[in-house]
C-alpha cells in the first residue's frame, strides 16, 4: 500500500512533469522540426503545429524510453532522485524554457533539465556521472559542426549546376530511407532494449526465407527502404520539381517531429523514473502522459516559435530547407538510439545556419545566433546553479 504523503509528492512532481512537457512542446520539440518548412512556405504555421504536436506524441509513446531511462537513472550517481527533488528540477527546467517561448529565443531543453537534474542530484549528495557527461557533452559540441557543416554541403550541392536536382534529391531520399530503416523504436523490444525497422524485418525473413543471415537480410531490408523512399521521392520531383521538394520537406519535417517526441518527452518526465520504485505506475503510462503534454504544447504555444525561427534565423527555400532536415533527422535518430539528451533548437537551428550560409550566409543574422549561442550557454549554467541552491533551501524548509 503507497503511504498517503508519497502519493501526494508523486503527483506535486508528476504535475511539473506535466508543466514540462507543455514547455518543451510549445519550444523545443513543437517550434523546430517544422519551422524550415514553414520558412519555405511548405505549410502554415497553425497547421504545422498541430501536425508536429500529434507526431511528437507518437515518437513520445514508441521511442522515449532510452532517453528517459538516461534522465532518470544516468546523470548523477549513487543516489536516487525524490520527488522533492524531482519537483525542483522540472519546475526550474520548464520555467527557463518558457521564459524562452515568451521571450521569441530558443532555449535549449536538454540543457536546462541535464543542468537542472544533476544540480540538485548533487545537492543531495550524489556523485557526478562523468563518463555519461562526456558521451553528452561529446554530442552537443559535436552537433553544430556536423549538423551545420552537413547541412551547409547538401546545400551547395543541391544549388551546383551540374549537379540535377532530378537525380540528387531522389538520392537524399534515399539515405533518408536508410536512416529510417535504422530508427530505433524501443516499444517494440523487451524492457531496457529497442530494435530498428529492419532488424526487425531481418530477423523475420531469417525464419520465413531459411537461407542467408540476419546481417545479409538486414542490408537488404535498408537497401529496400532506401530504392523504395528514391523511387516515391523521385517520381513526386519528375512530375513536378517544386511540388514534389514541398512534399519531401514536409516528409523529412513529420520525421524530426517524431524523433523530437522520441527525445525531449525523456527530459520532461525522466526525473520521475525514480519515484515509479515508491508508486506502481508503467513506464508506458508515463511516457503517453508526456506525450499528451507535449501535444498540448505543440497546439498552443508552438506557433510563435515557430514564426521566430522560420523569420530570424535564416529565410530559407525548399532546397535548403530539405538541406537543413536531413542532418538535424540523423542528429536527433543518433541521440535517441544513444539515451543521450539533445537540444533540438540546437540541432535545428545549427542546420539551418549552416543550409543559409550556402547562399552566401543569405538571411542569417549574426547577432540573433550570438544570443541564441549565449542563451544555451547560460540556461546550462544557471540551470545547475538554480538546481543546486534551491535544492537546498527546500530541503532545508522541510527538514526544519
Known amino acids: 500500500m503507497v503511504a498517503t504523503g508519497a502519493l501526494v509528492a508523486f503527483v506535486v512532481a508528476a504535475l511539473a512533469s506535466l508543466f514540462m512537457a507543455w514547455a518543451i512542446g510549445a519550444g523545443s520539440s513543437g517550434s523546430t522540426p517544422f519551422a524550415p518548412a514553414v520558412g519555405a512556405n511548405a505549410i502554415s504555421v497553425m497547421r504545422a503545429g498541430f501536425i508536429v504536436g500529434v507526431l ?11 532517453v528517459t531511462n538516461a534522465v532518470g537513472n544516468e546523470l548523477v550517481g549513487g543516489i536516487s532522485l525524490t520527488a522533492p527533488a524531482a519537483v525542483v528540477a522540472l519546475l526550474i527546467a520548464a520555467v527557463l524554457v518558457a521564459l524562452g517561448v515568451f521571450a521569441g529565443y530558443p532555449i535549449a531543453t536538454a540543457f536546462t533539465v541535464t543542468g537542472a537534474v544533476v544540480g540538485v542530484g548533487l545537492a543531495m549528495g550524489g556523485v557526478p556521472a562523468w563518463e555519461k557527461y562526456q558521451q553528452i557533452a561529446a554530442l552537443w559540441v559535436l552537433t553544430p559542426f556536423v549538423g551545420g557543416s552537413a547541412a551547409y554541403a547538401t546545400a551547395r550541392g543541391l544549388r551546383a549546376e551540374r549537379i540535377s536536382e532530378v537525380w540528387a534529391v531522389p538520392a537524399l531520399a534515399g539515405v533518408v530511407g536508410v536512416l529510417v530503416a535504422n530508427m530505433e523504436f524501443a516499444a517494440f523490444a523487451g524492457p531496457g532494449e529497442s530494435a530498428s525497422l529492419a532488424r526487425l524485418a531481418a530477423e523475420e525473413l531469417v525464419v520465413t526465407v531459411g537461407v ?27 512530375l513536378d520539381m517544386a511540388a514534389g521538394q514541398r512534399r519531401f520537406l514536409l516528409v523529412l519535417g513529420g520525421l524530426v517531429a517524431f524523433s523530437a517526441g522520441g527525445s525531449q518527452v525523456g527530459l520532461a518526465i525522466g526525473p520521475l523514473v525514480p519515484l515509479l520504485d515508491v508508486v506502481t505506475v508503467p513506464l508506458p503510462a508515463l511516457l503517453v502522459g508526456g506525450g499528451l503534454g507535449l501535444l498540448v504544447g505543440s497546439w498552443t504555444g508552438a506557433p510563435r516559435m515557430i514564426k521566430a525561427l522560420a523569420q530570424d534565423y535564416s529565410s530559407l527555400g525548399p532546397r535548403r530547407s530539405i538541406a537543413a532536415m536531413i542532418p538535424s533527422f540523423a542528429i536527433a535518430q543518433t541521440a535517441v538510439a544513444l ?32 544570443y541564441t549561442v549565449l542563451a544555451w550557454v547560460g540556461s546550462l549554467v544557471l540551470a545547475f546553479t538554480l538546481g543546486y541552491g534551491g535544492f537546498i533551501l527546500v530541503s532545508t524548509g522541510l527538514s526544519g
Open 212 to 238: 542467408g543471415s540476419e546481417t545479409l537480410w538486414f542490408v537488404v531490408s535498408m537497401l529496400a527502404v532506401g530504392v523504395a523512399a528514391a523511387a516515391v521521392v523521385g517520381r513526386w520531383v519528375t
Open 339 to 370: 539515451g543521450v539528451p539533445v537540444s533540438f533548437n540546437e540541432i535545428i537551428v545549427s542546420a539551418i545556419i549552416g543550409s543559409g550560409y550556402a547562399a552566401s550566409g543569405a538571411g542569417v543574422s549574426g547577432r540573433k545566433m550570438l
Open 56 to 66: 511528437g506524441f507518437g515518437g513520445a509513446v514508441l521511442q522515449g524510453a532510452n
